[in-house]
Structure formats: C-alpha cells, structure tokens
C-alpha cells in the first residue's frame, strides 16, 4: 500500500504523463472547484488542463520525469519536455488531501551543457541524506530571505564557500562557486 506521499507524486506522475497522451483522466487529481493556476498560458481547473494536455498531445510529446520530490503538502517535478523545442520544466503542486489545488511552474529552454559538462538535470535523483531535510530547509530559508527579498548574497556565500556545490546552470563559467 503507497503512503499518501508516494499516492500523492504517483498522481502527479500520471497528470504529467498525460501530456503525451492527451488523456482527460490524468487530470482527475486536480481540484475543480478549488485549483488555482499560476501559468497565465493554462486556463484554471482540471478541464482547462484537460484541453492543454489534448491540444499538446496532438505534437507528439515527450515527458521524461526526472525527479520527483514531496514535503508536506508539496509535490516538485523536475521534467524535460520535447514539444516542438526541447525544455526544463519545474513544477510545484500543492495539495489539500487527495488532490492539487495549486500549481506553479518555470518552463524554459533546455541549453548547455555548461563549460563544467553539466546539464539542466544533472545531479542525483533519489533522496540519499533524509536526515538533513530541515538542515537544507534552513539553507533555503535564508537563501529566500536574505538573497531574493534583501539582495544580500553574503550569508549565502559563507555557507557556499566550503562546500562543493556543482553548478548545473547552462551559462555559468566554473564548477564551482568560489
């Protein structure tokens, strides 16, 4: 029997598949009455997902699931898509109970490698260290905090500076932060 956590990114696997099919039942995770959309491109609710999803499939789509991720009330899918282009795509969906009632997205081209030969999905895949979860949740937060809102990126390089952190952006020059 799948945990709620393992029903909950199975059901986003499903929606997400269901762009190569154009099949409306993918949808059924959605929330019609509740679901909020943040892609200005997607019209609200699991019917104007349902008319996206058969209006790609006509193209022939491509779905490569990357990684999957959970926290809490959270699903994360890192994806590539082979539309007309190929893309990198990372979508967040919030969930009350069995279905999402939100989504956000970043969907843009995939380039690189990048001078280090790492791609936009390079890296693990799997959860290997699960007790670091909160450790890495405060490095967020304070990544969020102090470098998007406040535009201060010192805290964040006295964390980084020690660490290997790999660099998979297509335009960055070196490996590594230094």
């Not at 193209?59 to 007309?84: C, L, M, Q, W």
């Not at 304070?142 to 390089?157: S, T």
Request: aromatic share 8%; proline share 6%.
């Amino acid at each position: 029997m799948l945990t709620k956590t393992d029903q909950r990114k199975e059901s986003i696997h499903t929606l997400l598949k269901g762009i190569e099919t154009g099949d409306a039942a993918a949808t059924a995770v959605v929330n019609p009455n509740q679901y909020i959309q943040h892609n200005p491109q997607t019209s609200e609710g699991g019917e104007g997902l349902a008319d996206l999803f058969k209006r790609l499939s006509k193209t022939s789509p491509k779905v490569n699931i990357v990684r999957i991720f959970s926290d809490g009330d959270f699903v994360f899918a890192h994806t590539e898509y082979d539309f007309s282009s190929r893309r990198i795509g990372f979508e967040v969906f919030r969930f009350e109970g069995e279905q999402t009632v939100e989504h956000w997205d970043n969907i843009q081209p995939r380039l690189g490698p990048n001078s280090c030969g790492h791609s936009m999905v390079s890296g693990p895949t799997e959860v290997s260290e699960p007790h670091k979860t909160e450790v890495n949740r405060q490095l967020v937060q304070v990544f969020v905090e102090e470098v998007l809102i406040n535009r201060n990126l010192q805290p964040w390089l006295a964390i980084l500076i020690p660490t290997s952190l790999s660099i998979t952006a297509p335009r960055q020059k070196t490996a590594y932060l230094h």
